[in-house]
């Protein structure tokens, strides 16, 4: 099984005690972010987790917990967007050079092939035009090709959030589109790193751009993880193999003006309880709520399961 850590929340930046309590207890809870009183019981032993792949903007407060998820014999990779934005954008992002020395540091530990660098998403509008990502993308692809070889990119899509940007972003028309494929497809092959697009659109091949998805079966095959293709992906275009997302909307502190993630407001996000020797990331179990394991097998005596 592949745990992805994770598309709803950055666990790494702000919930890395947490997931090494999780760790060495060996399971987490995860309430189903559509049916709210349904929960899973994920079993995270050595035994049944095949790879974690840890998505951040972040790493650096999961870095000194590197060392002992290796000794309990974990696979794990790393998917580190670096994008070129502001405060106006990405409030709570910090400074995106120290950023890139962890991830650097991160690489001679367990080596490029295990690391992903995202530019994503691409956003158009006052200041970043097609010149704007021109000379940010070759900037920060020189530096990323320190700790990959591997580049995921996609343009935003304008709904939820992105659909209330007003004047402070928008997505690229197909003239500015057209120009960044080519643009990046080249920088990608200076720079001898592979590029691909998370959930295309259309074919990219001509620009050289490859049909991957993010959590992508050659880079399981690459590193000797099982995986489980998806039979019907949640979004269309969607090439991920299968895996289980432990995350929790709405849990995540960068507070990003395109974020689909995060839902509620700074404020309300700030007044969240967090014990780090919870199951859940966040939240209580509730006398209403109907836990099912990883294997689907439902446990029906609450009081099996110990609350925090």
Known sequence: MIICASRRTDIPAFHPRWMMARLREGSCLVRNPVSRTSLLRVDLSRRNVD???FMTKDPRPMEP??????SMGHMYVFQVTL????RAIEPGVPFKADISDCCARIAERIGRDRMVWRYDPVLYGKGMDAAYHERKFRMMCREASRWTDRCV???VDMYGRASKAGDLYRGPTAAEADA????????ARENEMTLSCCCPRRDLSSYGIQRRGCIDAAMMRSLDVPYETLDAPVRDGCLCVRAIDIGEYDTCGHD???CYANRSTP????????????ELLW????PRDRIVDSRGRESFRLDDFRFH
């Not at 994008?83 to 502001?86: A, F």
């Not at 007044?271 to 780090?276: A, G, P, V």
């Not at 939240?283 to 509730?286: D, F, N, S």
């Open 51 to 53: 790879c974690i792949v």
């Open 65 to 70: 917990y590197l060392r002992e998820i290796g």
């Open 83 to 86: 994008t070129p934005y502001g």
């Open 153 to 155: 990119f996609s343009f």
């Open 180 to 187: 960044f494929l080519r643009m990046a497809s080249e920088t």
């Open 256 to 258: 990003c003006a395109y």
């Open 267 to 278: 404020a309300e996000r700030r007044t969240r309880l967090y014990c780090d020797d919870s």
């Open 283 to 286: 939240g209580a179990v509730m």
